[in-house]
């Protein structure tokens, strides 16, 4: 009998939660936040319902300030999976001309992407949302079920989450309710880059050092991407050789300095470090168990 | 095959292994043979042995023992980094290791020589290689045609009497704790290689940028090739350039490699 490996363990999980979600729920999509996770969550769907697409849409919760090039990334990676890609932004929030830096991240946050999201899931009337979250990333995924139950008001309760024995999954729920589904749950970082690695999966060249314009903000190194980022007066950005372990939103993003800029070289880094890719996420600290409270509220 | 660049453990390892084959009775050239050391040099291995035992047969350790060389003390050092951290009181455009080595014998500190203040620059990572641009005008790389495209123009422009090479970095010595540990540096290299270097305890702002330029300026029609900051966000240098039509900064594009030639005094 052979033996699998754990990536293929694992993969082989997360095929099974794909599939389980297609054939239990009327309505699915799949959240494409651009980054690695999503990369390889793409990936397995795409290898789950092959030879053909995956029955279900890829849903963009844009918030105008992702990195250029995963917006170029993005309408690329769509296009070669053959999907739709529905691409939502919160329409208060470009009349209000929300952003991270005249109304904070907190704000910003929860109003271009759990509000972002809400709206999406009601509008096309999604009853389950694919997430590339993983358990290993903050706290509060750890303890969140891989099948996360939301009420019709999209909130979650952690007190309120069902067995998962066996790998059995309860699908059941009421009308209007929904299901934020986590694939990549039991997958840790260092999973997502052995497994790019040895399936070749494409990913936004952001994740690569390369020399990039830098300012230091509260001592994260934040991009300079566009004429949009405001410099404090007489700053100069300066040209630093660094890679993103996480991408988001580019003002509240923090790069690494780093020389990784192979694969290889980013899984030996990946094998030392000793933090979580999201302490360079500037919404992640806003306050204590802020991720949890964004969850609770709706935030993917 | 010569045994004269083999590590000092190396050739005591084999010296033991001469000794061992001699004691078995093999002559002294077919144990040169066997062990790739040269014929007097087993002679006086198997000399040794006679005379003192096996302790005698390694090599001693060549060179002054670690840590004898003469260093820095602590009242100099902090007063190379307080120099460091300001602008000479001459037009020069940064500290080289001629004027730190006076500055120390000025504020009667104890003298240090050029020399020394180089290795401390070394110890503190404050001494970056100059960008190497001799041979690409000849290079069909991306490198190339950037030399050939911005540099040689500007080179070539009317009347530039002299280029600098420069960057900003940030340097982290492997000694020092973290939080000490990391100082922004202006670095230049003039002619030679000669190296002038201002240091910042946080990133240079634009008006550091311009007294650099100012001082560079002020010795005539000068081109700069400089690597590492984002003049383009910085209104306030590119302001000052417009008017500067005897100044030619030339930054160094993203993710380019310039080998760096190795570091001279």
């Known amino acids: ?300 | 095959m010569s045994a004269k660049h083999l590590s000092p453990e190396t050739v005591s390892e084999r010296r033991l292994e001469a000794v061992r084959l001699r004691l078995d009775g093999v002559t002294v050239a077919e144990t040169a043979r066997r062990t790739g050391l040269s014929a007097p040099t087993v002679s006086a291995a198997w000399k040794a042995f006679r005379e003192g035992g096996w302790d005698a047969v390694p090599i001693r350790p060549r060179g002054r023992p670690a840590g004898q060389a003469h260093r820095l003390g602590e009242t100099q050092q902090r007063l190379l980094w307080q120099r460091l951290t300001h602008w000479p009181d001459t037009d020069e455009p940064g500290w080289s290791s001629r004027a730190l080595a006076q500055a120390l014998t000025d504020a009667e500190t104890g003298d240090a020589s050029p020399r020394a203040i180089e290795h401390w620059l070394v110890a503190q990572d404050l001494k970056p290689s100059p960008m190497a641009l001799d041979d690409l005008v000849r290079r069909r790389t991306r490198e190339g045609r950037w030399f050939r495209q911005q540099v040689q123009p500007a080179l070539e422009g009317q009347g530039v009497v002299a280029h600098w090479l420069g960057g900003v970095r940030v340097a982290q010595p492997a000694t020092s704790s973290e939080k000490d540990s990391r100082r922004y540096q202006l670095y230049l290299h003039g002619k030679r290689g000669a190296l002038y270097s201002r240091c910042f305890t946080a990133p240079p702002r634009a008006d550091d940028y311009l007294t650099l330029f100012e001082r560079l300026a002020s010795r005539g029609p000068m081109a700069l090739i400089f690597h590492g900051a984002y003049f383009r966000a910085s209104p306030e240098v590119q302001d000052w350039l417009v008017d500067r039509s005897d100044f030619s900064l030339i930054t160094v594009p993203p993710n380019i490699t310039l080998r760096a030639a190795s570091a001279r005094g």
């Open chain 1, 1 to 300: 009998m052979t033996t699998l490996t754990h990536l293929q363990r694992l993969e082989a999980e997360s095929i099974q939660i794909m599939r389980e979600v297609v054939a239990e729920t009327e309505n699915p999509v799949m959240l494409y936040s651009v980054g690695k996770d999503s990369a390889v969550m793409l990936h397995l769907a795409r290898k789950a319902f092959a030879p053909s697409p995956p029955p279900f849409p890829l849903l963009h919760v844009d918030t105008r300030w992702k990195f250029r090039a995963m917006y170029e990334f993005r309408d690329r990676m769509a296009e070669e999976a053959g999907m739709d890609l529905l691409v939502h932004i919160n329409p208060e929030g470009i009349e209000k001309d929300i952003n991270p830096f005249t109304h904070g991240s907190a704000i910003h946050t929860d109003v271009m992407k759990t509000e972002g999201l809400k709206q999406a899931m009601d509008k096309y009337g999604f009853d389950a949302a694919f997430g590339g979250a993983r358990r290993d990333e903050e706290k509060s995924r750890a303890k969140e079920r891989v099948f996360s139950f939301r009420t019709a008001q999209h909130r979650w309760d952690p007190k309120n989450q069902r067995p998962e024995l066996w790998k059995l999954y309860n699908t059941r729920k009421h009308h209007r309710e929904s299901i934020r589904v986590f694939p990549l749950s039991n997958w840790t970082e260092l999973d997502i880059w052995q497994y790019i690695y040895l399936q070749e999966i494409p990913i936004v060249p952001l994740y690569y050092s390369a020399e990039r314009p830098v300012v230091e903000r509260d001592g994260a190194l934040i991009m300079v991407d566009d004429e949009r980022m405001p410099l404090e007066p007489g700053e100069v950005p300066m040209m630093r050789k660094v890679r993103f372990r996480t991408l988001g939103c580019y003002p509240l993003t923090g790069a690494i300095e780093s020389e990784a800029d192979t694969l290889p070289d980013i899984i030996q880094e990946m094998l030392l470090t000793r933090t979580s890719e999201r302490q360079g996420r500037v919404i992640d600290h806003d306050s204590a168990a802020s991720m949890e409270k964004k969850k609770q509220e709706g935030y993917f």
